[in-house]
């Protein structure tokens, strides 16, 4: 079986693993991947910059696959489903998952971060992770994971229809915050450094609100709301500059919370950050049920993903062409590596 392995930042090596049939766990399926996402977590890991990562590593955590066989207590799934993959598990069921807290568990494993993922043609993974949906495309199954990044980061923050929300980050992350913030009905504003992203943003997501994030970013947002400000704020940059400022942004009473992360300290004016009585969240990862709720959105064509798709890879070229994505800068909304 072929697989490609990050031994360091910046090596690949194809490399090759056992045929994992003989060994397939009882709660397990085979799975032949077809569609790899390329997440900011594979392009950092690949610099040398993602948190939390140890090295070798085979990447890939956004997965469309096919199942091709299953163990005999395997109930949910069948031989030739197509799915998508819930890349978390608990394999120590810790305080925060007895809590029905299963995204951030202290023993939580994520495929191609802390365990061995997919880019490789076969994997093994226990069945009640999988998700499947026999209308959705094998690139539509792929992404539905980074939209439930999003989708979990909106349900953290309890927006409702009165609330004025601002997404800073149009990539992919935020462009699934977006959308399922426009689902609550609340005035929902997108905010990003580069005008071409804002632009693609505006046709994805048919967002009217959105603002270039230069100057005085608290003056034109005061401008555009008449003098009030977000009460709700979701940062989708992982960049400190950026989410130290949404300390600045937020109304009185407002939320903030933080999507991406960086390998660092976050620091604020503690005196205003009290005056204004905020909630500061973190959002990490999403949970079981988001996966199926979200297929059943893309199915109605509420959501459709395959429209972040700008580039591609095949497999084999992984090793020679996966640098190349850096190129593309702000152009690059979501690659996809086809099996």
């Known amino acids: 079986m072929k697989a490609i392995r990050l031994n360091n930042p910046g090596n690949w090596?194809?490399?090759?693993?056992?045929?994992?049939?003989?060994?397939?766990?009882?709660?397990?399926?085979?799975?032949?991947?077809?569609?790899?996402?390329?997440?900011?977590?594979?392009?950092?890991?690949?610099?040398?910059?993602?948190?939390?990562?140890?090295?070798?590593?085979?990447?890939?955590?956004?997965?469309?696959?096919?199942?091709?066989?299953?163990g005999r207590e395997v109930a949910n799934v069948k031989p030739g489903d197509r799915c998508s993959v819930e890349p978390y598990?608990?394999?120590?069921i810790g305080q925060a998952v007895r809590r029905g807290k299963t995204n951030c568990g202290e023993h939580l494993k994520v495929l191609g971060v802390h365990v061995d993922g997919g880019m490789r043609e076969y994997l093994t993974y226990p069945a009640k992770f999988l998700h499947p949906s026999s209308r959705l495309t094998a690139d539509q199954l792929a992404l539905i994971e980074p939209l439930s990044i999003g989708s979990h980061a909106v349900d953290r923050a309890r927006i409702n229809k009165k609330d004025i929300v601002l997404v800073i980050g149009a990539g992919p992350i935020g462009l699934g915050a977006i959308q399922f913030a426009m689902l609550?009905?609340?005035?929902?504003?997108?905010?990003?450094?580069?005008?071409?992203?804002?632009?693609?943003?505006?046709?994805?997501?048919?967002?009217?609100?959105?603002?270039?994030?230069?100057?005085?970013?608290?003056?034109?947002?005061?401008?555009?709301?008449?003098?009030?400000?977000?009460?709700?704020?979701?940062?989708?940059?992982?960049?400190?500059?950026?989410?130290?400022?949404?300390?600045?942004?937020?109304?009185?009473?407002?939320?903030?919370v933080f999507i991406g992360l960086f390998k660092g300290d976050v620091v604020f004016h503690d005196p205003s950050f009290h005056k204004k009585e905020l909630t500061l969240m973190a959002s990490r990862a999403a949970l079981s049920e988001d996966f199926s709720r979200i297929?059943?959105?893309?199915?109605?064509?509420?959501?459709?993903?395959?429209?972040?798709?700008?580039?591609?890879?095949?497999?084999?070229?992984?090793?020679?062409?996966?640098e190349t994505l850096y190129d593309h800068g702000p152009d690059l909304i979501k690659a996809i590596i086809d099996l």
């Open 13 to 70: 090596e194809a490399i090759e693993l056992p045929d994992p049939r003989p060994e397939l766990p009882v709660d397990h399926a085979l799975l032949k991947v077809t569609k790899i996402g390329v997440c900011g977590t594979d392009l950092h890991a690949f610099k040398g910059t993602q948190p939390f990562f140890n090295y070798p590593k085979i990447l890939g955590h956004e997965l469309a696959v096919e199942v091709v066989a299953i």
């Open 89 to 92: 598990y608990n394999d120590v």
């Open 184 to 256: 609550t009905d609340a005035k929902v504003i997108a905010m990003d450094i580069d005008e071409n992203k804002l632009a693609k943003c505006r046709q994805i997501t048919g967002i009217r609100d959105t603002l270039l994030a230069d100057g005085d970013v608290e003056k034109k947002l005061k401008t555009m709301l008449n003098g009030d400000l977000p009460t709700v704020i979701l940062d989708a940059t992982g960049n400190p500059k950026s989410m130290m400022n949404t300390f600045n942004y937020a109304a009185a009473g407002g939320t903030i």
């Open 295 to 322: 297929i059943q959105l893309v199915e109605e064509g509420k959501i459709d993903p395959a429209s972040y798709i700008t580039h591609r890879l095949d497999f084999k070229e992984i090793p020679d062409k996966f």
